[in-house]
Every structure is written in structure tokens, then in C-alpha cells.
């Protein structure tokens, strides 16, 4: 919906719409937000009884632990997508990554929605110029204000 609206796919800024939730709650209709908590709770119900009724073995401690290291390893994986020269920069693009940050919608279009918000995920827009502080801002403030009064 959002490409449709604003020729842009999601980026992992919008994610900073969650703040908002109480606002954006009121844009849904209460019959719709009851009848989501309640196939929430049912779903939930449905997996506890599934766990007891026919629990699964997990097997040894080892596949345990891989099982939980593994996702923590793929999340640190993809955060390091866009620092150039390492592993998961080399690997994703051997398998066709192309990044395109001036254009989001051409980058998902080309690389895929999920791959473009990953791409997205750990970019530096702009390198810290040196001497930059916020006292070097206040000063340069300062200049300009003076500079305002004169004229």
C-alpha cells in the first residue's frame, strides 16, 4: 500500500511509526481491533494445546543451543550488509544485491522489498564531517546571529 501511495517501499525508518500506535489505533474500526485480539487469543490457545497434545522433542542440548545461536548469527549477518568489503557485503552481492539508495522503489523493485529494507537497515546517509560538535554548531550559530543583528 504504501509503494501504491508514495512510490516508495518500506524502509526500516518506518518502523518509527510504532511510537504512534495509540493514534494510528484510532484509524481502525473497534469491531476490527476485538475481533484481532480475539483470533490472537485463540491462536495462542490453539499452540498451547497443539505443545501438550503432541509435543515435539527437540533433541540433544546441541541443537538446542544451534537453534538459538543460528538466528543471532543470520541477525548479525544482515546487519553488516552495507560495510563494504566484509562477508555479508561480498555475499550479497555475489547473489545479485544491487543496493540503489538514491531510488528505494527501483531497489525493490530490483532486489526485492525484503532486500532493499535490509539494505536499508545498518547505512550511514552521510560520514561525520571533522570538527563537527554540537559547540562548533552553537559557535557558527552565534556567527550568524551576530551577522543578522548588523544588518
Same mark, same amino acid.
Given at each position: 500500500?504504501?509503494? /501504491?501511495?508514495?512510490?516508495? $517501499? #518500506? =524502509?526500516?525508518?518506518? =518502523?518509527? *511509526?510504532?511510537?504512534? %500506535?495509540?493514534? #494510528?489505533?484510532?484509524?481502525?474500526?473497534? $469491531?476490527?481491533?476485538?475481533?484481532?485480539?480475539?483470533?490472537?487469543? #485463540?491462536?495462542? =490457545?490453539?499452540?498451547?494445546?497443539?505443545?501438550? /497434545?503432541? $509435543?515435539?522433542? *527437540?533433541?540433544?542440548?546441541?541443537?538446542?543451543?544451534? /537453534?538459538?545461536? =543460528?538466528?543471532?548469527?543470520?541477525?548479525? %549477518?544482515?546487519?553488516?550488509? @552495507?560495510?563494504?568489503?566484509?562477508?555479508?557485503?561480498?555475499? &550479497?552481492?555475489?547473489?545479485?544485491?544491487? $543496493?540503489?539508495?538514491?531510488?528505494? #522503489?527501483?531497489?525493490?523493485?530490483? @532486489?526485492?522489498?525484503?532486500?532493499?529494507?535490509?539494505?536499508?537497515?545498518? *547505512?550511514? /546517509?552521510?560520514?561525520?564531517?571533522?570538527?563537527?560538535?554540537?559547540?562548533?554548531? *552553537?559557535?557558527?550559530?552565534?556567527?550568524?546571529? &551576530?551577522?543578522?543583528?548588523?544588518?
Amino acid at each position: 500500500m504504501k509503494s /501504491a501511495a508514495r512510490q516508495e $517501499p #518500506l =524502509l526500516p525508518s518506518d =518502523l518509527s *511509526m510504532i511510537k504512534a %500506535f495509540p493514534s #494510528l489505533l484510532g484509524m481502525v474500526s473497534i $469491531p476490527f481491533i476485538v475481533a484481532t485480539v480475539i483470533v490472537m487469543v #485463540l491462536v495462542v =490457545l490453539l499452540t498451547v494445546w497443539l505443545e501438550r /497434545a503432541h $509435543p515435539v522433542h *527437540m533433541g540433544t542440548w546441541k541443537l538446542r543451543v544451534l /537453534a538459538l545461536v =543460528l538466528p543471532l548469527l543470520m541477525t548479525g %549477518f544482515v546487519s553488516r550488509m @552495507n560495510h563494504t568489503g566484509g562477508v555479508s557485503s561480498t555475499i &550479497a552481492i555475489g547473489m545479485g544485491d544491487g $543496493p540503489r539508495f538514491y531510488n528505494q #522503489l527501483a531497489g525493490a523493485e530490483n @532486489n526485492g522489498a525484503v532486500m532493499q529494507f535490509l539494505n536499508n537497515v545498518d *547505512m550511514t /546517509a552521510m560520514n561525520e564531517p571533522q570538527g563537527y560538535s554540537k559547540a562548533a554548531m *552553537m559557535r557558527i550559530k552565534s556567527e550568524y546571529v &551576530a551577522e543578522a543583528k548588523k544588518n
